[in-house]
């Protein structure tokens, strides 16, 4: 069970290709010469989609260990 946990876990913190760009968004950076500002932005939507996983999961240990040292 936890070593499932612990695989599905590592699967969501580790992603190594991402295009987490709106059609939008995608369209107006692809039209510049320079990807630096795509990658940036790339970037800044994995970093803020990653934030409220990491909380939860948080959360989720914390409980999981609380309940699991009582009796």
Not at 17 to 30: F, G, I, K, P, S
Not at 34 to 48: C, R, T
Not at 49 to 58: C, D, K
């Given at each position: 069970?936890?070593?499932?946990?612990?695989?599905?876990?590592?699967?969501?913190?580790?992603?190594?290709?991402?295009?987490?760009?709106?059609?939008?968004?995608?369209?107006?950076?692809?039209s510049?010469?320079?990807?630096?500002?795509?990658?940036?932005?790339?970037?800044?939507?994995?970093?803020?989609?990653?934030?409220?996983?990491?909380?939860?999961?948080?959360?989720?240990?914390?409980?999981?260990?609380?309940?699991?040292?009582?009796?």
């Open positions: 069970m936890m070593k499932r946990f612990v695989l599905t876990l590592v699967f969501l913190i580790v992603s190594f290709a991402m295009q987490a760009q709106c059609a939008m968004c995608r369209a107006v950076l692809e510049e010469t320079d990807n630096s500002m795509a990658e940036g932005v790339n970037n800044g939507i994995v970093y803020l989609a990653a934030i409220p996983y990491l909380l939860m999961g948080g959360l989720i240990w914390f409980i999981y260990r609380s309940r699991r040292k009582s009796p």
